[in-house]
C-alpha cells in the first residue's frame, strides 16, 4: 500500500500499513501503533462496499475474444428501455465515462 499519509491525525505517532478485518473483508490500511485509529484509502472503501453489496451499479469488466466488455443491471437497461441492437454513444468526462443510450429505431435500423 502506497502511504499517503505519514502520522496519525489522532495522536501525531507515525502510521504504518497494516491490514484491517472489517465485516469478514480484508481491507489494506494505515494503522496508528499508538492509539490503533485506522486510515483507508477511496479505493479501499470503495472495494468494502463492492463486497458488502453496498454498491448496486458495480459490474466487472471482462473480456469476450479481443473486446473487453461489461454487464449492464437488468433494471437500468429496463429503465432505459436498451434493447439488442441499440447504441451507446460514450463520452469522455472528468469523472469518468458516461454512456448516453441510442435506440436503433430512432436512428432508422
Known amino acids: 500500500m502506497r502511504k499517503f499519509m505519514k502520522t ?3 495522536c501525531g505517532t507515525d502510521v504504518k500499513a497494516a491490514k484491517s478485518v472489517k465485516e469478514g473483508i480484508s481491507l489494506d490500511c494505515l494503522k496508528c501503533p499508538k492509539c490503533g485509529e485506522e486510515y483507508f484509502t477511496s479505493s479501499e472503501l470503495i472495494k468494502f ?11 466487472k469488466f471482462g473480456t469476450l475474444g479481443d473486446s473487453m466488455v461489461v454487464r449492464f ?4 437497461l429496463k429503465d432505459y428501455k436498451i434493447k439488442p441492437g441499440d447504441y451507446g454513444i460514450f463520452e469522455k468526462k472528468p469523472e469518468g465515462i458516461l454512456i448516453k443510450p441510442i435506440h436503433a429505431k430512432d436512428i432508422g435500423n
Open 8 to 10: 496519525c491525525y489522532k
Open 49 to 59: 462496499d463492492i463486497k458488502t453489496g453496498k454498491r448496486k451499479l458495480v459490474r
Open 73 to 76: 443491471p437488468s433494471d437500468v
